[in-house]
């Protein structure tokens, strides 16, 4: 409901898509306007080429095959698409990036990236890159952040850059920099902050796109 509450608070309306056989997926796609994917289980590192790590946690294929097909066919078709925490790893495997399957392996990594608090807690930094479009929207440099992952972004996707990144150096915000094109994921879990300036205008930004996508209609977001 968190998600579904900060696409209404902001202007949409959200309709949640269940995990459904891809045949339905130009049929869904042909009654939205925009594409949000969600927070989940992790990523089943088959899609990106990898092993299992010995701690991956629960995956569900059935969810990953459906959500890449969305997103893939949104993608293609020039639909405004918004990932958040897993939703951003996915966006990228789509294009053909890889994930670090579990980030306390990693020598550099200092953050505690799965915090314990609760999801309005803001527990560390992130870096935004200047001039990206989540520059654009944010209006910021930097921005603290919740964060709830024990996975991450390894090699970007094919046109996607590092919009912006943790201060040990993870991935936090991919984007696709093409001139108007809305194919932006966040690590962080923005549907939390949903009250805040920089996120409010994040939902703004893709509903925005989304109505813009479709003149003349509402803005059925899942």
Partial sequence: MTYMRAVERNGGVPMVIPPLHNGA??????????????????????????????DLGPTWRELDDVEFSLARRADEAGMPVLGICRGSQALNT???????????????????????EAGDVL?????????TRLAEITGRTELDVNSFHHQAIDELGISLVASA????????????PEPGKFFLG??????????????????????????????????PIQ
């Fill in 25 to 54: 997926v130009e049929q869904l796609l042909d009654r939205i306007d925009g594409l949000l994917l969600s927070g989940g289980p992790d990523l089943d590192p088959a899609a990106y080429r990898h092993d299992e790590h010995p």
């Fill in 94 to 116: 789509v294009r053909g990036g890889t994930l670090h399957q579990h980030l306390p392996d990693l020598d550099r990594t200092s953050l505690d990236h799965r915090q314990s």
């Fill in 123 to 131: 527990t560390h930094k992130i870096d935004i890159e200047p001039g």
């Fill in 165 to 176: 990144c943790s201060e040990d150096g993870v991935i936090e915000a991919i984007e696709d």
């Fill in 186 to 219: 966040v690590q962080w879990h923005a549907e939390f902050l949903a009250e805040r300036d920089a996120e409010r205008a994040l939902f703004e930004a893709f509903l925005d796109a989304a109505a813009q996508a479709r003149p003349g209609t509402g803005s």
